[in-house]
């Protein structure tokens, strides 16, 4: 233990509630340029402040840390998926061109917490 600070140099377990939680962000990662040739999206994304766990409901508010899932929608579709993973999302079987997947980190009500869009392009075959 840091006798100036008190400090033990550990992390806050998962089981013990930090004193106050910062806000959840979302971090995506460009798509895999050796997937896209083939014509497969796959986006790697992790989250900060947040676990990626499949509660749903009022009740999964009041768990800590936070947790959430992620809302995934393809080229401004008007429907999307719910995904509590964590894992890589894959796409495949888009037309070549132009295209954009919107991944939306959400809270256990699937209120939307941060959002990153991103373009890429599939290559002709």
Known sequence: MDSATG???????AIAAPPSQPKAQLIVAAPLPEALARGLVVLQYRAENLR???VFGEAGLKIVPRIGHI???VDDSQWHWVDASGEPVIVQGL???E?????DLADPTHRVI?????????PPK
């Open 114 to 122: 941060d959002s990153s869009t991103i373009a890429f392009v599939i």
């Open 95 to 97: 037309a070549p061109g």
């Open 71 to 73: 809302h995934v929608s």
């Open 7 to 13: 400090k033990t140099g550990f992390d806050t377990p």
């Open 52 to 54: 990626f766990v499949d």
């Open 99 to 103: 295209h954009r997947i919107r991944i």
